[in-house]
């Protein structure tokens, strides 16, 4: 055999017997902690497609009038004043303002501001509601405005609600849908069809084991919050796929010093 053949094969029996752990970064509620920016905003949305990363991640809720909207927190503040955000209208909510001015983004703003971006993902986060009933409509109205505009190869889906990853799974068999709530083995996701897991790295680090189980069942692993210097290393050690950060620099500057 040519020597060259010979050693890009041994190369590639070693990628396939140890895995090509290029892990990669994700903008936790977008690239916020930069000047002009706020979290979950459109232009944390543009500033992390900017800094080169795999992914922006954003939440989402619906209004009572049926209106998906942006925003991680269950409530948020208006003139001293707490709405929660699935009872109050979207004419009153849209009156707040995020810490860089911006009003709270519609889902259809985020996604015609993601269609112009060039190299992030957008992982979109369902929050859990108060009825099962909310949510079908939240992801069924969501992954319908993604169809419409072509992105469907573009979003990854993540929620801590089993309802919403088994509706997001059933309504679109093609995309990434991950699981955050930390409790169940890669082995159960499997039965779920689900793409793998997304969770804390606390949980990981209890059961890091499940890295490689769901490795081998072909899953793909994320961990989150991951923001300290320390963490983010032992996270990296761990050959994840992705790391969910509020400091995707950092993380970034980590990654290619490795
Ligand atoms: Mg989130």
């Excluded at 992390?48 to 939440?59: C, F, L, P, Q």
């Excluded at 209106?67 to 003139?79: E, G, M, S």
């Excluded at 072509?150 to 609600?161: K, M």
Aim: charged fraction near 25%; charge should be negative.
């Amino acid at each position: 055999m040519d020597k060259k053949i010979y050693l890009s094969f041994l190369f590639l029996l070693f990628v396939t017997a140890y895995g090509w752990s290029q892990t990669q970064v994700i903008a936790h509620r977008g690239f916020w902690k930069t000047e002009g920016s706020a979290q979950n905003s459109i232009a944390s949305l543009m500033k992390a497609d900017s800094i080169g990363v795999y992914g922006s991640e954003m939440d989402m809720w619906i209004t009572p009038d049926g209106i998906p909207v942006v925003h991680h927190d269950a409530d948020a503040t208006l003139n001293g004043e707490k709405l929660i955000i699935q009872d109050t209208p979207f004419a009153t909510l849209r009156k707040v303002k995020l810490a860089n001015g911006e009003p709270i983004p519609t889902v259809e703003e985020y996604l015609d501001a993601f269609s112009n971006c060039k190299h992030v993902k957008l992982i979109m986060e369902f929050k859990t509601h108060r009825s099962k009933e909310r949510e079908d409509v939240l992801v069924e109205k969501v992954i319908n405005m993604v169809r419409e505009r072509g992105l469907g190869d573009r979003v990854e889906y993540i929620a801590f609600g089993l309802n919403f990853v088994q509706q997001a799974r059933k309504l679109a068999p093609d995309a990434p849908v991950y699981y955050l709530n930390g409790d169940l083995s890669p082995k159960v996701l499997d039965t779920m069809n689900l793409s793998g897991f997304d969770y804390n790295l606390k949980v990981v680090y209890n059961k890091p084991e499940w890295v490689k189980e769901a490795h081998a069942l072909g899953q793909k692993v994320n961990v989150w919050t991951v923001n300290k210097p320390e963490d983010i290393q032992k996270i990296i050690d761990l050959g994840v796929d992705f790391i969910t950060t509020d400091e995707p620099v950092r993380v970034k500057e980590m990654l290619q010093a490795q």
